[in-house]
């Protein structure tokens, strides 16, 4: 069974401008997201799937593979395209989220393995516990409430579940029943396919959450647990820290 990893790669962004080429620490954010990912035991190929010729050429000069896109809503649908032009044998693809250049490895042989070892799963993600109020309240932070076997029955922007006579922050951090959904997902070729030619669903449009699109349309997403969440570059704040936490490292 192939497994192949696809990292979707926009040029533009609201909040952090070219972001994945931003190199400061000598090397672009889109390469440092590929060599971790690349660290992966369990994938068969890597490729990026990006709308831009800058990226496209930039990839390709340290020597990762790359395929040039139309434009699409989401990566997801980018991620389909490959599927159908590119990746003609891979029977899972798994969707890595190319501004976390400190993606561990480790999580994405563990999704992958969920969802070998879930057959009756369309698709699987990730979650960590959330162990603080703000992140908690942080609508920009997504939770996910799951079913006594794993498998998620919603997720969301607000803090879910609610606890109607408990604080919060009585409960954190070592007692939190809170999860939050970490952005990478591994599908089955069919599922993935068919679910790029559905539209927008009531609920996904309301949370603005495409994962929503399969639950409301009665796909299975399987969950499993990790400890800490990957980090995500959105600001130049964020990007800032991470440069600092890879000279640390690299000095």
């Not at 042989?109 to 908690?136: F, G, H, K």
């Not at 922050?169 to 599922?191: E, K």
């Not at 639950?215 to 299975?220: K, Y």
């Amino acid at each position: 069974m192939q497994v192949c990893g696809v990292i979707p790669a926009r040029l533009q962004s609201s909040r952090l401008p070219r972001k994945l080429l931003l190199n400061q620490t000598g090397k672009s954010l889109i390469q440092h997201t590929w060599e971790a990912a690349s660290s992966s035991e369990k994938l068969d190929r890597l490729i990026v799937a990006t709308d831009s010729l800058e990226i496209l050429e930039a990839v390709h000069g340290f020597g990762g593979k790359a395929f040039l896109t139309g434009e699409h809503p989401s990566g997801t649908d980018r991620i389909a395209e490959v599927a159908v032009k590119e990746l003609f044998d891979a029977e899972i693809l798994v969707n890595i989220q190319g501004d976390e250049p400190e993606i561990s490895p480790q999580f994405i042989d563990q999704l992958i393995e969920l969802l070998l070892q879930t057959p009756e799963a369309d698709m699987a993600t990730l979650a960590t516990p959330i162990r603080d109020v703000q992140q908690l309240q942080d609508s920009s932070c997504t939770k996910v409430v799951c079913r006594t076997d794993g498998s998620a029955m919603y997720f969301s922007r607000l803090p879910i579940p609610f606890t109607r006579d408990i604080e919060p922050a009585t409960l954190l951090p070592d007692q939190s029943p809170w999860l939050l959904h970490l952005g990478i997902y591994a599908y089955r070729r069919p599922f993935l396919l068919d679910l790029t030619k559905i539209p927008p669903t009531p609920m996904e449009q309301l949370e603005k959450l495409e994962q929503l699109r399969a639950l409301e349309t009665g796909a299975t997403i399987q969950v499993a647990q990790v400890a800490h969440p990957s980090v995500g570059i959105d600001t130049p704040e964020d990007y800032a820290q991470f440069v600092t936490r890879y000279n640390q490292e690299n000095s």
